[in-house]
T-cell receptor
């Protein structure tokens, strides 16, 4: 049982390049999330999708777009990467009971030069 | 809006000593509270949770936490630290009607020394 799978695990970009982080879950969860983790700042929510077909902004959405492709997949896109987007990105999913219990992927480490 | 404060970004204990990681929350309605653990180069995993009912909750690996409404606290404890407990620990709060969003604290790095 894979749980939450993120790809790629590592990526180096130049400023202005674009890329998409992929996330898939096999737990039949309704809700999916993208967080970024930076030293001393904990995890900050970028976007989330409460159910298939819906997406909402989190705390730090600027510079990102998301697509909930189907119930399993939730992708995060950087259209024009900036050095400030250097971070570790985590995808998570939740089945809703109890609310707030999230299952995380192993993370994607992105460096923007 | 809800928020979480973790006191101490780094905590160091000796192996066999008590572990105490502090968490205070702010919420205008009864919260659900969580502790997550992150081992190096891994994602977060749930350690324990409080939703309703008994205020002392037990989690994996011998950890427990007590919900104290009067103190708005949810401190994490373990009677005897083990080397394998070295990790980063995150407290988090979820409030129903808050847009299905989990709010995390900034984390506490636990170091266990021989």
């Amino acid at each position: 049982n894979a749980g939450v799978t993120q790809t790629p695990k590592f990526q180096v970009l130049k400023t202005g390049q674009s890329m998409t982080l992929q996330c898939a879950q096999d737990m039949n969860h309704n809700s999916m999330y993208w967080y970024r983790q930076d030293p001393g700042m904990g995890l900050r929510l970028i976007y989330y999708s409460a159910s298939e077909g819906t997406t909402d902004k989190g705390e730090v959405p600027n510079g990102y777009n998301v697509s909930r492709l189907n119930k399993r997949e939730f992708s995060l896109r950087l259209e024009s990467a900036a050095p400030s987007q250097t971070s570790v990105y985590f995808c998570a999913s939740s089945g809703g009971a109890p609310a707030g219990e999230l299952f995380f992927g192993e993370g994607s480490r992105l460096t923007v030069l | 809006a809800q928020s979480v404060t973790q006191l101490g970004s780094h905590v160091s204990v000796s192996e066999g000593a008590l572990v105490l990681l502090r968490c205070n929350y702010s919420s205008s309605v009864p919260p659900y509270l969580f502790w997550y653990v992150q081992y190096p180069n891994q994602g977060l995993q749930l350690l324990l949770k409080y939703t309703t009912g008994a205020t002392l909750v037990k989690g994996i690996n011998g950890f427990e936490a007590e919900f104290k409404k009067s103190e708005t606290s949810f401190h994490l404890t373990k009677p005897s630290a083990h080397m394998s407990d070295a990790a980063e620990y995150f407290c988090a709060v979820f409030v129903t009607g808050g847009g299905n969003k989990l709010t995390f604290g900034t984390g506490t790095q636990l170091k266990v020394e021989l």
